[in-house]
Antibody, heavy 117, light 110 residues
Framework: VRLVESGGSLVQPGGSLRLSCSAS????????MTWVRQAPGKGLEWVSSISSSGGTIYYADSVKGRFTISRDNAKNSLYLQMNILRAEDTAVYYCARDTLMAYFDYWGQGTLVTVSS | QTVVTQEPSFSVSPGGTVTLTCGLSSGSVSTSYYPSWYHQTPGQAPRTLIYSTSTRSSGVPDRFSGSILGNKAALTITGAQADDESDYYCVLYMGSGIYVFGTGTKVTVL
């Protein structure tokens, strides 16, 4: 199982960014997937999850209305579209494989998003 | 807003035992929250230790164990080793697709 995030960069407040997570080593369309973030020096925060088909989506209140999670099962890829970015969105963003037992069994290495002028 | 609380830090001697807890700002933690535990060293991604309260993830040594103690989830390290020095996070599943991470505990082995 391998999860590789990409797309992180420096972006100005109010800007947009799209993160990607490329999955391999397992049948991607069998698993729910999740984004988790970690601000510098802080703890982990659940951001969003998407069902295996993409038909069911959940968001943390802190990102609802600004972030959109999606997936392309044909490309074994997970995405996070982030709009109206704020300084407090600065974090390393991890994608993680979700399981039916309500835990995350595999994690990517993360991609850094910095929101600053 | 739900807050999941953990001790900020713990120190344990090599070979010693330490129990970390994971509580709710309001209410009790039960197996219905499917508590899971992760550890993370600086600059690295989290790694799974325990899921569904007490099931060890593949490859996790049996010195790590999970349980419910009173009204909290708990992670016990028995016979701590130097490479157990890490940040530890619990996660509770709140239902309706929502997860909440605990505040994290920094464990020092010395």
């Amino acid at each position: 199982v391998r999860l590789v995030e990409s797309g992180g960069s420096l972006v100005q407040p109010g800007g947009s960014l799209r993160l990607s997570c490329s999955a391999s080593g397992f049948t991607f369309n069998n698993y729910e997937m999740t984004w988790v973030r970690q601000a510098p020096g802080k703890g982990l925060e659940w951001v969003s999850s998407i069902s295996s088909s993409g038909g069911t989506i959940y968001y943390a209140d802190s990102v609802k209305g600004r972030f959109t999670i999606s997936r392309d099962n044909a490309k074994n890829s997970l995405y996070l579209q982030m709009n109206i970015l704020r300084a407090e969105d600065t974090a390393v963003y991890y994608c993680a494989r979700d399981t039916l037992m309500a835990y995350f069994d595999y994690w990517g290495q993360g991609t850094l998003v910095t929101v600053s002028s | 807003q739900t807050v999941v609380t953990q001790e900020p830090s713990f120190s344990v001697s090599p070979g010693g035992t330490v129990t970390l807890t994971c509580g709710l700002s309001s209410g009790s933690v039960s197996t219905s929250y499917y508590p899971s535990w992760y550890h993370q060293t600086p600059g690295q991604a989290p790694r799974t230790l325990i899921y569904s309260t007490s099931t060890r993830s593949s490859g996790v040594p049996d010195r790590f164990s999970g349980s419910i103690l009173g009204n909290k989830a708990a992670l016990t390290i028995t016979g701590a080793q130097a490479d157990d020095e890490s940040d530890y996070y619990c996660v509770l599943y709140m239902g309706s697709g929502i997860y909440v991470f605990g505040t994290g505990t920094k464990v020092t082995v010395l």
